[in-house]
C-alpha cells in the first residue's frame, strides 16, 4: 500500500463527556442520537476507562499511548514535561506520509499536543475563555480543512468543549431535559453544598446568575449538561457527515472518546471532573468504519485511553514503536480475535487530589495520597456490581480484601517506580497542582 492508498483517520475527543449521560449507555434522555448511530453503524465499547484525569494528563495518555505513570504527566497544571522522546501518534501518522491537522487549543497549555501536527487550527483564540469555543466554531474550520485534503490520506483530531462547564447550551436544547419547575427557586437548596468549594462560588456569581435569578436546582444543571451533549451529538453528526458526502465513509476510520467524565454532584463533586468513580473516569467509546468494523456490536471488556493509539496505528497497517504501551485492540474491534481486554486497571489524579485506583474484576479500590478538600476517606472500596453508583464504602467491612488490593497497588506503583528511574510515586513527587485553590478552603 502506497502513502496516498492509505486510509484515513478521524479521532474525536469530547471533553467531560461521561459514558453513562448517553442514550446508547443505557441513559432514558435522548441525548445522543447521532452518536447512537454511528455507534450501531460500528462498534461501541462499553468499558472504556481513563488512566489518569482530569483533562492533560488524559489528553496526553491518548497522544502518545503511555499511561500517566510512564509518560508523568499526572496533573493539570503541573510543572512536569513531556519527554522528547516520547513518540506522539500524530509524529507516527506524519513520518508515514499522512496530512496532519489538529482542531484543538491545548497547544496554548502544553506544547507537545501540537506535536506531529502539520496544521493546528485553533478558533478559540477568538475568544476570551478559550473552553467556551463551540462546536460550530471547530467545525466551521475543521470541514473546509476536510474538503481542501479529502484526496491526501490524513488524521484529523479535533477536540469539542461542548459539555465542559459552564453549561451554555444554545436556545434550541436549553429546555430539552428539564422538567422540574423553577430553576431560580429560592427555597430549593440542592446547590448549596456547591458554594463551600472556591469553583462553585466562581459559579454562583457568574454563569449561574440569569434574568429570572440565580439558579438554585441541581437538576436545572444536569439537564443543561444533558442539553451540551445534544448540542456536540450534532456537531458531530455534521463532522461526519461531510467524510460521508465527501465520498471518505468507507476510507475513514472514525473514532470518538472522551479525556473524562463530569460529577453531577455524586460523593460531593459538583459539576467538577474530579474523584476517581466512574462518573469521572468511565468514558464512551464508538468507532466506524464501514466493511472494516462490523456493526452494531458491543464490547463489555476493560479498556483504557492507552489502548487508542496503537489501535489506531494497527488498523491502518503502522508500526507500532515499543515506547506505546497500551495494547493494540483492532483485532477485537474488527472482530477477528475475542481479546479479553485487561483484567486490572490502574488510574491516577493529582489535580484537586492526589489519588490513586486499583480496578480488579468487580472491585475498585481508591487509595489517598493526602487528604482532599472533601474529607472523602484515604481508602475506598467499592463493589461495582451490586453498587455501581459507588454509594456504600465498603474497606472497613472487607478488611482484608481492602489490604489485598492495597498491596496489589503499592507492588505496582514501586515496580513502575523503578522499572523508569523514577525518584519515588509521581503522585507525592509532584503534589497536587491546584493545591493553592483549594487551600481556600471551606468557608471561602
Known amino acids: 500500500m502506497t502513502p496516498r492508498e492509505r486510509p484515513n483517520v478521524v479521532l474525536i475527543v469530547v471533553d467531560a463527556l461521561r459514558a453513562d449521560h448517553l442514550s446508547s449507555y443505557g441513559y432514558p434522555r435522548a441525548t445522543s442520537p447521532h452518536l447512537d448511530a454511528l455507534a450501531a453503524s460500528g462498534v461501541l465499547g462499553e468499558s472504556m476507562y481513563c488512566a489518569g484525569i482530569p483533562t492533560q494528563p488524559a489528553f496526553t495518555t491518548i497522544h502518545t499511548g503511555q499511561a500517566p ?3 508523568g504527566i499526572v496533573s493539570h497544571g503541573g510543572t512536569a514535561e513531556l519527554s522528547k522522546k516520547t513518540p506522539t501518534m500524530a509524529e507516527l501518522f506524519l513520518a508515514a506520509g499522512y496530512t496532519t491537522c489538529t482542531v484543538d487549543n491545548l497547544m496554548r497549555e502544553r506544547l507537545w499536543f501540537g506535536r506531529g ?3 493546528v487550527i485553533d478558533p478559540s483564540l477568538r475568544r476570551i475563555l478559550h473552553l467556551g469555543v463551540t462546536c ?12 481542501a485534503h479529502a484526496a491526501e490520506p490524513f488524521f484529523l483530531f479535533i477536540h469539542y468543549w461542548d459539555p465542559h462547564t459552564p453549561y451554555t447550551p ?7 431535559f428539564y422538567n422540574g419547575g423553577n430553576p431560580t427557586d429560592p427555597s430549593n437548596t440542592s ?4 458554594w463551600r468549594h472556591p469553583m462553585g462560588v466562581l459559579a454562583r456569581e457568574t454563569w449561574l446568575q440569569t434574568p429570572a435569578g440565580r439558579i438554585t436546582d441541581a437538576e436545572y444543571l444536569v439537564s443543561l449538561y444533558d442539553s451540551e451533549i445534544r448540542h456536540v451529538d450534532r456537531g458531530i453528526a455534521e463532522l461526519v457527515g461531510t467524510l460521508d458526502e ?4 468507507d476510507r475513514t476510520l472514525v473514532a470518538v472518546t472522551a479525556d473524562h467524565g463530569e460529577s453531577m454532584t455524586e460523593h460531593g463533586v459538583f459539576f467538577e471532573h474530579h474523584g476517581l468513580y466512574e462518573s469521572t473516569v468511565h468514558v464512551p467509546f464508538v468507532a466506524r468504519w464501514p466493511g472494516r468494523i462490523p456493526a452494531g456490536r458491543r464490547l463489555p471488556q476493560l479498556l483504557q485511553h492507552h489502548d487508542i493509539a496503537p489501535t489506531l496505528l494497527e488498523a491502518v497497517g503502522l508500526r507500532t514503536p515499543a515506547a506505546i504501551e497500551g495494547r493494540s485492540r483492532w483485532k477485537l474491534l474488527s ?7 485487561r483484567d486490572v486497571l490502574f488510574m491516577s489524579e493529582c489535580t484537586h487530589q492526589a489519588k490513586w485506583a486499583l480496578r480488579v474484576g468487580r472491585h475498585k479500590l481508591i487509595l489517598a495520597r493526602a487528604p482532599d478538600f472533601y474529607g472523602t476517606p484515604l481508602r475506598e472500596l467499592y463493589d461495582l456490581v451490586s453498587d455501581p453508583a459507588e454509594k456504600t464504602n465498603i474497606a ?3 478488611p482484608a480484601l481492602a489490604a489485598s488490593m492495597e498491596a496489589q497497588l503499592e507492588e505496582w506503583i514501586a515496580k513502575r517506580v523503578q522499572e523508569l528511574g523514577r525518584r519515588d510515586d509521581p503522585l507525592r513527587e509532584q503534589g497536587i497542582s491546584l493545591k493553592p485553590l483549594m487551600a481556600m478552603g471551606p468557608s471561602s
Do not use: K
Not at 136 to 147: G, H
Not at 170 to 176: A, E, M, T
Not at 335 to 341: A, N, V, W
Open 69 to 71: 505513570m510512564t509518560h
Open 117 to 119: 501536527f502539520e496544521y
Open 136 to 147: 460550530e466554531e471547530l467545525n466551521a474550520r475543521a470541514i473546509p480543512w476536510l474538503r
Open 170 to 176: 444554545p436556545d434550541q436544547d436549553r429546555g430539552l
Open 191 to 194: 446547590l448549596e453544598d456547591w
Open 246 to 249: 465527501l465520498g471518505l465513509r
Open 335 to 341: 472482530g477477528q480475535d475475542d481479546d479479553p481486554g
Open 396 to 398: 472497613e467491612r472487607v
